[in-house]
């Protein structure tokens, strides 16, 4: 069996894509007593075949996600143990995956989407999923409100269009974590080919409006850093720290 499917098949990685990037950390399988490494993701594997993970980092979670809001919680000095979450843009559940082992007692998730939450996410009974809605639309009656921390990863929409409708949902004292994409918070001719932003000087300008914009909205922004972890495309990505 091609081994990203078997890493799948075996529980290793919750997908094809997780798989490949377990293998461009490390794999290796025992063939007759010696270890093989895995150059490429088509290779052939036997299925009963003993398999290692030389950096199992990125199995931690169902997706990267989760490791970037792991770095995030850390940086920030949050710890989520025993609260109410608001996951914004939960996609695959990388950031529910990681607040939940984190000791989070519930995450509530809202996407645009639909159908793309990891099954073993779907199926814990301390996840609630709101799908097809977009964020910035979500109200008090349908996600709750006096949420101890909100998280989010948002696509193909600026923060500052979502931002007026959650932080609402904040209980006072609440905390905001959010991961910023300067490609999705600036104009098309100030994004380059594929997506990328080249200009590393419009980043201060990127943090500058959503600082305001927490601001204006009744936060304490407490810190501004990278995030640990970049972008799938490549770009920089940050996260934003604010209290309300």
């Known amino acids: 069996m091609r081994v990203d499917q078997l890493l799948v098949e075996r529980g290793l990685a919750s997908s094809r894509s997780q798989a490949q990037r377990l293998i461009a950390s490390g794999v290796r399988w025992l063939d007759r007593g010696e270890w093989k490494t895995v150059a ?8 009963e075949a003993e398999i290692e993970l030389l950096d199992a980092s990125e199995s931690r979670y169902v997706s990267r996600g989760g490791l970037k809001l792991e770095g995030a919680l850390k ?3 949050i710890d989520p143990a025993g609260w109410v979450c ?3 843009g939960q996609s695959t559940g990388g950031f529910t995956d990681c607040l939940l082992q984190h000791g989070a007692a519930q995450v509530v998730g809202v996407d645009v989407g639909q159908a793309q939450l990891h099954d073993s996410l779907r199926n814990d009974e301390r996840v609630v999923v709101i799908e097809k809605v977009n964020a910035r639309e979500l109200t008090a009656e349908q996600a709750g409100e006096d949420f101890d921390l909100i998280v ?22 609440g905390h905001l974590l959010m991961l910023a994409k300067p490609q999705f918070e600036l104009q ?12 590393t000087s419009l980043y201060a300008f990127v943090e500058n409006r959503i600082r305001t914009c927490c601001t204006d909205l009744g936060l304490q922004v407490r810190s501004w850093f990278d995030s640990p972890i970049d972008g799938g495309d490549g770009n920089r990505e940050f996260f934003i720290h604010a209290q309300k």
């Not at 490429?40 to 299925?47: A, Q, R, T, W």
């Open 152 to 173: 989010g990863d948002l696509s193909f929409i600026s923060m500052t269009l979502v931002l007026p409708a959650i932080v609402p949902l904040l209980k006072p004292g």
């Open 40 to 47: 490429k993701n088509g290779d052939d594997v036997p299925l």
């Open 86 to 88: 608001l996951d914004v």
């Open 75 to 77: 940086a920030a000095g």
């Open 188 to 199: 098309p001719g100030q994004v380059g080919k594929r997506g990328i932003v080249t200009d």
